[in-house]
């Protein structure tokens, strides 16, 4: 090893799964090794995202730790027998991080999430090591979740060196919130991994639709399930839609499988488990769908407009920030079908205007979301504490 690389240990979030923040965590750390950043990953369980990481041959620990958000939807009762309890047990687990941190020589700690383990902050403020803390969320809006401590939070919030959000919506959020400030850093991107060649779509009478994202409320698969039943009851049945997810842990997969099979759109509709070749998926398709309640960035637009797609999204959050309606992608009133369904007819009946849009979607993806973009502003940010 060279005497000037610089130890950074990455704080996981608590997802079982690969969510979009863990896939953009990976990518940056991987670009981030080309300037001399030797990394580790701390996750608070096992998880998919330490197992995708140990095959890209990046270092994990795994250190369990109690999580202390909650739904909204929980017992207010149940949680104020529990929190105090989780608390002390990530109390005890201080002791296993600091000997961690001291083991590897980390200079530096990454938050990966709002849902990292807040223990992994406390303990790099006591042993004075500089932290960020890179939020990808509002919790409330979009993961119908908050913090039960949130003064706790807010502490050692406000002792990171950096708060990083990943759209202009979360930066505002989250500033607003802790009153301080927050910086802007968008998600990055690998283009070799999702790039196609967009002047193939669009090409048949055929209307392929892609929509990628967790089954959850927030995500909203019933909108575009429903836009595409108005289709087919208005004549135009020259479409499909494939949803694609997590859906092991999920109920809200069942609600929508059962209303494809109350309203016979099998022949239309197809869900299938997340995959990690989602290239070849989106190779297949024209159109990528966003119609989430807020994105905080919305990491799968990128992906479609990487891949060639036209993409339609909601008029909330981050997808405001990501789609410039009529030029890089169209915009549409979230949470109303109709308004989706009249869009992908304009789409049917325009795709010489819509090449243009998914054209210029993919350009402006590749100038402003590359990995290289993105990783040389956080190594910045790194070099300001590590080795001076």
């Known amino acids: 090893m060279k005497d000037n690389n610089m130890k950074v240990c990455f704080i996981a979030d608590n997802s079982i799964e690969i969510t979009g923040g863990a896939q953009s965590l990976l990518a940056l750390i991987l670009s981030l090794k080309k300037y001399d950043v030797e990394p580790v990953i701390l996750g608070h369980k096992d998880s998919e995202q330490l197992h995708e990481a140990n095959r890209l041959g990046i270092k994990t620990k ?7 958000i909650y739904p909204t939807s929980s017992n207010a009762i149940i949680i104020a027998l529990k929190n105090p309890v989780k608390k002390i047990y990530n109390f005890f687990k201080r002791k296993e991080i600091k000997k961690f941190y001291i083991k590897e020589n980390i200079e530096f700690v990454h938050l990966n999430s709002i849902r990292a383990s807040i223990e992994c902050a406390v303990i ?31 502490k050692y919030l406000q002792k990171a060196k950096y708060i990083i959000t990943i759209s202009r919506d979360i930066q505002a959020y989250w500033s607003n919130k802790l009153k301080r400030e927050c910086v802007l850093i968008y998600n990055g991107f690998d283009v070799d991994k999702y790039y196609l060649d967009a002047t193939k779509k669009l090409l048949s009478e055929q209307l392929n639709c892609i929509m990628v994202g967790r089954f959850a409320e927030g995500k909203r698969q019933i909108d575009a399930v429903k836009a595409i039943e108005i289709l087919i009851q208005n004549g135009i049945k020259n479409v499909t839609l494939t949803i694609v997810g997590y859906r092991e842990r999920f109920m809200y997969d069942k609600k929508i499988k059962e209303y494809i099979d109350s309203h016979n759109l099998n022949s239309f509709i197809n869900l299938i488990d997340f995959t990690y070749d989602l290239k070849s998926i989106y190779e297949k398709n024209d159109i990528g769908l966003m119609c989430s309640t807020r994105e905080a960035f919305g990491r799968v637009t990128i992906e479609y407009m990487l891949s060639g797609l036209l993409c339609i999204g909601s008029n909330t959050g981050g997808t405001l920030e990501l789609i410039d309606d009529g030029n890089t992608g ?5 949470g109303k079908p109709e308004i989706l369904a009249e869009k992908l007819e304009w789409v049917m009946n325009h795709k010489d205007e819509c090449k243009e849009i998914l054209l210029n979607g993919q350009k402006n993806a590749i100038e402003k979301f590359s990995i290289e973009r993105t990783a040389a502003k956080v190594i910045n940010i790194y070099k300001e504490f590590i080795h001076q």
């Open 330 to 334: 169209i915009l549409y009133d979230m």
């Open 62 to 68: 795994i250190i369990k730790t109690k999580n202390l």
């Open 124 to 154: 790099a403020y006591k042993l004075n090591i500089p932290y960020v803390w890179h939020i990808r969320e509002y919790l409330d809006k979009d993961q119908s979740s908050y913090i039960k401590d949130f003064r706790f939070y807010n």
